[in-house]
């Protein structure tokens, strides 16, 4: 029998670890992206070049292509290209949500109205026009979130209080919009921020992971709102995660995904209300989904997400498991300067418990100030079999990297 071939819509680092677990279950793999040298490409069958962010720019490029391998599903890791992944998948004849919902789940607004209206629990929010409508919209003594509708990555993201300057708020936010030029108001929720994702098939949505996300020690970056990783699982009463289940199934079925993965993020309040912030189409990125969840839950996304895009079905119950360890993510953050050495401490992939790791930058590079999700500057994935282990272990990696600034400098030392 003829090896099925899945095309991977996006090549970055994110996506290295489906694209080789796809060949691990017997699958050819063909990337999609505009940088013929992107990390995926030297692992994939084939490639072709084109604009993952263009949808009719791919369109274009899959039409051209002259390879010889027949596409039987195509799937994204870590990239917010659902309009992309169901543009293809109509030209090939294959299953994959709509156009419908892939625009519900990539435009903040349109997500925000039918969520909404299908009953799922989500901030206050208003669509925001012109400066003057922001400064109408502010009521003193509230916090808010202003963000663009259709960007990613934390970009032009932005917390709202009595500190902030308006006028700059409102350029700020509005730069990062790609095409829709509104933007949007959302009211601040109190609580644990949580990401959780969930496969859907044939409308049935199971909560397959849920993290605590760490916001805590990112303050200091203020307006802007920076993740610093956080731990899976999340420490939460079995009636949150019925309730977390329950909205992820709500909001699936309110943008109209029946069957793929759904990624989730919530706040869970102080009395236990569970509150969608945002949802996406897609696998998550960050490394959630080629990570920490094999890594806790023994749980294949890579490969549930590829049957039902070639539509050879699946268990959905295989994918619900119980956690069986910690897994802590943090992130390394510098302050703006150039990068004049880094040292090594220890040797990071020695150190007993860490799974991952990543070191962003380089001798040379100037690193200017963190305003996104693109800005951190390395990260480290460590397990242990209780919460507290992990988080040292990935602290402790964290701290062995020692980046100086300055203007001198060749090299990176190790001992």
Same mark, same amino acid.
């Given at each position: 029998?003829?090896?099925?071939?899945?095309?991977? *819509?996006?090549?970055?680092?994110?996506?290295?670890?489906?694209?080789?677990?796809?060949?691990?279950?017997?699958?050819?793999?063909?990337?999609?992206?505009?940088?013929?040298?992107?990390?995926?490409?030297?692992?994939?069958?084939?490639?072709? %070049?084109?604009?993952?962010?263009?949808?009719?720019?791919?369109?274009?490029?899959?039409?051209?292509?002259? &390879?010889?391998?027949?596409?039987?599903?195509?799937?994204? @890791?870590?990239?917010?290209?659902?309009?992309?992944?169901?543009?293809?998948?109509? /030209?090939?004849?294959?299953?994959?949500?709509?156009?419908?919902?892939?625009?519900?789940?990539?435009?903040?607004?349109?997500?925000?109205?039918?969520?909404?209206?299908?009953?799922?629990?989500?901030?206050?929010?208003? +669509?925001?026009?012109?400066?003057?409508?922001?400064?109408?919209?502010?009521? #003193?003594?509230?916090?808010?979130?202003?963000?663009?509708?259709?960007?990613?990555?934390?970009?032009?993201?932005?917390?709202?209080?009595?500190?902030?300057?308006?006028?700059?708020?409102?350029?700020?936010?509005?730069?990062?919009?790609?095409?829709?030029?509104?933007?949007?108001?959302? +009211?601040?929720?109190?609580?644990?921020?949580?990401?959780?994702?969930? *496969?859907?098939?044939?409308?049935?949505?199971?909560?397959?992971?849920?993290?605590?996300? !760490?916001? %805590?020690?990112?303050?200091?970056?203020?307006?802007?709102? @920076?993740?610093?990783?956080?731990?899976?699982?999340?420490?939460?009463?079995?009636?949150?995660?019925?309730?977390?289940?329950?909205?992820?199934?709500?909001?699936?079925?309110?943008?109209?995904? %029946?069957?793929?993965?759904?990624?989730?993020?919530?706040?869970?309040?102080?009395?236990?209300?569970?509150?969608?912030?945002?949802?996406?189409?897609?696998? +998550?990125?960050?490394?959630?989904?080629?990570?920490?969840?094999?890594?806790?839950?023994?749980?294949?996304?890579?490969?549930?997400?590829?049957?039902?895009?070639?539509?050879?079905?699946?268990?959905?119950?295989?994918?619900?498991?119980?956690?069986?360890?910690?897994?802590?993510?943090?992130?390394?953050?510098?302050?703006?300067?150039?990068?004049? +050495?880094?040292? /090594?401490?220890?040797?990071?992939?020695?150190? #007993?418990?860490?799974?991952?790791?990543?070191?962003?930058?380089?001798? &040379?590079?100037?690193?200017?100030?963190?305003?996104?999700?693109?800005?951190?500057?390395?990260? *480290?994935?460590?397990?242990?079999?209780?919460?507290? #282990?992990?988080?040292?272990?990935? %602290?402790?990696?964290?701290?062995?990297?020692?980046?100086?600034? &300055?203007?001198?400098?060749? !090299?990176?030392?190790?001992?």
């Amino acid at each position: 029998m003829d090896k099925k071939t899945i095309l991977f *819509v996006g090549g970055g680092y994110e996506a290295v670890p489906g694209v080789r677990q796809a060949a691990a279950l017997g699958y050819n793999a063909i990337v999609l992206d505009r940088d013929a040298d992107a990390p995926c490409v030297e692992f994939a069958s084939d490639f072709i %070049e084109g604009d993952v962010y263009d949808s009719q720019n791919a369109l274009r490029a899959l039409e051209n292509y002259k &390879g010889k391998l027949s596409i039987d599903g195509v799937v994204t @890791i870590g990239c917010d290209a659902p309009g992309t992944v169901a543009r293809l998948s109509a /030209f090939l004849g294959l299953k994959s949500m709509s156009m419908e919902t892939a625009r519900l789940a990539t435009n903040k607004l349109l997500m925000k109205d039918s969520l909404a209206a299908g009953g799922v629990p989500v901030p206050e929010y208003l +669509s925001i026009g012109s400066l003057a409508q922001l400064k109408e919209s502010i009521e #003193a003594g509230r916090v808010y979130v202003l963000k663009p509708v259709d960007n990613r990555g934390a970009r032009g993201v932005l917390r709202i209080d009595g500190d902030v300057d308006l006028d700059w708020a409102y350029r700020h936010s509005s730069s990062y919009s790609i095409s829709d030029k509104s933007l949007l108001l959302e +009211s601040w929720v109190s609580g644990e921020q949580i990401s959780a994702e969930s *496969v859907v098939y044939n409308g049935r949505a199971g909560l397959v992971a849920a993290a605590h996300r !760490g916001y %805590e020690r990112t303050t200091r970056f203020y307006p802007y709102i @920076i993740e610093d990783g956080g731990e899976t699982p999340a420490d939460l009463s079995a009636k949150v995660l019925k309730d977390i289940d329950d909205v992820l199934g709500k909001a699936a079925a309110a943008i109209g995904l %029946e069957s793929g993965t759904l990624k989730g993020d919530l706040v869970v309040t102080p009395e236990g209300r569970v509150v969608v912030i945002e949802v996406a189409a897609r696998l +998550s990125g960050g490394n959630f989904c080629t990570v920490n969840i094999p890594r806790v839950y023994g749980v294949d996304l890579i490969e549930a997400s590829i049957r039902i895009a070639t539509g050879e079905g699946l268990d959905l119950d295989k994918y619900l498991r119980p956690s069986t360890c910690y897994v802590a993510n943090r992130y390394l953050f510098l302050e703006p300067g150039r990068v004049d +050495s880094i040292r /090594f401490d220890k040797d990071i992939s020695g150190i #007993a418990g860490v799974i991952y790791w990543k070191l962003n930058v380089a001798v &040379g590079d100037v690193i200017k100030g963190v305003t996104d999700h693109t800005k951190r500057h390395g990260t *480290v994935i460590s397990y242990a079999p209780t919460k507290e #282990a992990a988080i040292a272990i990935a %602290e402790d990696a964290l701290n062995s990297i020692e980046v100086v600034l &300055g203007t001198d400098g060749n !090299g990176i030392e190790r001992e």
